[in-house]
């Protein structure tokens, strides 16, 4: 079965950096888009980015544009969030999910706090 | 981009009871590109709803979605004990950004 599972949030200071995993299973990977969605503390969903499954197409949101960086490895059916600059605003759960007529699965989440 | 308002922002209704929910776009959606999911405290949102009017997989019958252009509602027959949660529209498969509406809760009166 489909099965997205994240990993790399933590607390982080003003200013840092992190990295975000989504391992992906139960589906040919390099066949979808793929999203990173975002929910800030009692907020609605944000959408951040998606990249193509042959990594060629990439968009962002304007709020992450220029200091995070999606990227793939359909080898290892991975995805990717390198985050840098990163701002209190940033704090949030961080989804990745698949794109099939919307967002079909989900991961569970990974918390990222940015806070000193 | 597209500003996608939910309205309302709470709905208290009754077990077995009807639920309308409706997104307004801010602009046409592209080739009706229109989800809608389903969160419940703690968890990932869950896919009902795509291409504005079609059931995800393993969707029950009672959820619905019908609109066009930049109106769109989705109906939730017969409120079960289950469905009560926050649900969320999204415009998707445009030009980016994709956007997301704020959110109806669905509460229990």
């Known amino acids: 079965q489909v099965q997205l599972v994240e990993s790399g949030g933590g607390l982080v200071k003003p200013g840092g950096s992190l990295r975000l995993y989504c391992a992906a299973s139960g589906f040919r990977f390099s066949d979808y888009y793929m999203s990173w969605i975002r929910q800030g503390p009692e907020k609605g969903l944000e959408w951040i980015s998606y990249i193509s499954g042959s990594g060629d197409t990439i968009y962002y949101a304007d709020s992450v544009k220029g200091r995070f960086t999606i ?46 | ?21 409706s997104c307004r776009a801010s602009r046409s959606v ?3 590109y229109l989800a809608w999911y389903q969160q419940k405290p703690g968890q990932a949102p869950r896919l009902l709803i795509y291409g504005a009017s079609s059931r995800a997989t ?46 109806t ?3 229990i009166k």
Request: aromatic share 10%.
């Open chain 2, 58 to 103: 393993g969707i029950p019958d009672r959820f619905s979605g019908s609109g066009s252009g930049t109106d769109f509602t989705l109906t939730i027959s017969r409120l079960e004990p289950e469905d009560f949660a926050v649900y969320y529209c999204q415009q998707y498969g445009g030009s980016p950004p994709e956007t997301f509406g704020q959110g």
């Open chain 2, 105 to 107: 809760k669905v509460e």
């Open chain 2, 1 to 21: 981009e597209i500003v996608l308002t939910q309205s309302p922002g709470t709905l208290s209704l009754s077990p077995g009871e009807r639920a309308t929910l």
């Open chain 1, 71 to 116: 990227s793939r490895d359909n080898a290892n059916n991975s995805l990717y969030l390198q985050m840098n600059s990163l701002r209190g605003e940033d704090t949030a759960v961080y989804y990745c999910a698949r794109d099939y007529g919307g967002r079909d699965y989900w991961g569970q989440g990974t918390l990222v706090t940015v806070s000193s």
């Open chain 2, 30 to 32: 592209t080739s009706n």
